[in-house]
């Protein structure tokens, strides 16, 4: 599996995937991008990253263009909300309660990239409610 590391953009938050964690990754056969500088707030440098087996990438867009699991410590922030595609693992603490736009957001973007209708054209009632039968968070390889 590719799995991306986007810096962590929220307000606060300076932690991210350590080194360490890229390593396991890496060991089980996954393949690790991480953008530039994402483990500056926690004084973890690129090279440590690609010691431990990941690839270096220039911008979030990067990430998210080229990965399948998308590991964040919080929530993705608006800009990161339009990157996220149907196929992507969002692995992520998500607190929405305090944030409704965050919730609308998440919302938004899941109805967006889910087709709302069957190979004949109808709706799936599923759908129609504004659920699907699967959530984002419980799709696994």
């Not at 690790?32 to 440590?48: C, F, K, P, Q, R």
């Not at 410590?73 to 693992?89: A, D």
């Not at 603490?93 to 004949?120: C, F, V």
Request: one cysteine or more; a neutral charge.
């Amino acid at each position: 599996m590719k799995v991306g590391v986007s810096k962590e953009i929220k307000t606060h938050v300076s932690r991210g995937l350590s080194p360490g964690a890229v390593r396991e990754y890496a060991t089980a056969g996954h393949r690790v991008l991480v953008e530039t500088n994402a483990g500056a707030g926690t004084g973890s440098t690129d090279d440590e990253y690609r010691n431990a087996g990941a690839t270096i990438a220039d911008t979030a867009r990067d990430i998210f263009a080229s990965s399948e699991m998308i590991v964040k410590v919080k929530e993705p922030q608006p800009s990161e909300w339009v990157q996220l595609r149907e196929n992507h693992i969002l692995f992520t603490y998500l607190h929405l309660a305090p944030d409704p736009e965050q919730a609308r957001g998440q919302i938004t973007t899941w109805l967006h990239s889910h087709r709302l209708s069957n190979r004949n054209g109808r709706a799936r009632p599923s759908a129609a409610a504004g659920t699907d039968e699967r959530s984002r968070g419980q799709v696994c390889d």
